[in-house]
DNA sequence: ACGGTGACCACTT
DNA sequence: TAAGTGGCCACCG
């Protein structure tokens, strides 16, 4: 995926393109693949801008787990819905095993 | 031009 | 163990 700060938001969504159904990453994880620090403010930013498009955002969550934009999602219950229909479990906002499933594309993608 | 804000994270009480 | 604080960078009014 190519470094480009004009490209910020699509190197994300590619990045969350990549996530293999029935995993999840955290967006700091995003963020230290792309090269920046402590950027997980702006992977969330982007996120809310890609709510239009097409990309599995719900896949994407803080890093311990917890369904943070759900409210962000329309309804914000389709998130969790989406998440367990690719067999993730979600309980109280949380998924379970999130260590577990857990796909960083900083050692994953390598 | 400037300050406030945000789908966060890590470190410090 | 839980709550508080600073840092990071782009967008909006």
Same mark, same amino acid.
């Given at each position: 995926?190519?470094?480009? =700060?004009?490209? *910020?938001? &699509? %190197?994300?969504? %590619?990045?969350?393109?990549?996530?293999?159904?029935?995993?999840?990453? /955290?967006?700091?994880?995003?963020?230290?693949?792309?090269?920046?620090? /402590? @950027?997980?403010?702006?992977? @969330?930013?982007?996120?809310?801008? /890609?709510?239009? &498009?097409?990309?599995?955002?719900?896949?994407?969550?803080?890093?311990?787990? +917890? +369904?943070?934009?759900? =409210?962000? *999602?329309?309804?914000?219950? /389709?998130?969790?819905? +989406?998440?367990?229909?690719? @067999?993730?479990?979600? =309980?109280?906002?949380?998924?379970?095993?999130?260590?577990?499933?857990?796909?960083?594309?900083?050692?994953?993608?390598?």
């Amino acid at each position: 995926v190519a470094r480009d =700060h004009e490209n *910020f938001f &699509l %190197e994300v969504y %590619e990045v969350v393109k990549l996530i293999p159904k029935g995993r999840v990453t /955290s967006y700091g994880a995003i963020a230290r693949y792309l090269g920046i620090k /402590s @950027g997980a403010r702006m992977v @969330g930013w982007a996120m809310k801008a /890609s709510r239009t &498009l097409d990309i599995p955002a719900h896949r994407v969550l803080n890093g311990q787990g +917890l +369904l943070t934009g759900r =409210h962000h *999602f329309n309804p914000p219950e /389709s998130m969790q819905q +989406l998440l367990e229909k690719e @067999g993730v479990q979600v =309980h109280e906002d949380k998924v379970k095993d999130f260590e577990k499933i857990l796909w960083e594309p900083v050692k994953e993608l390598l």
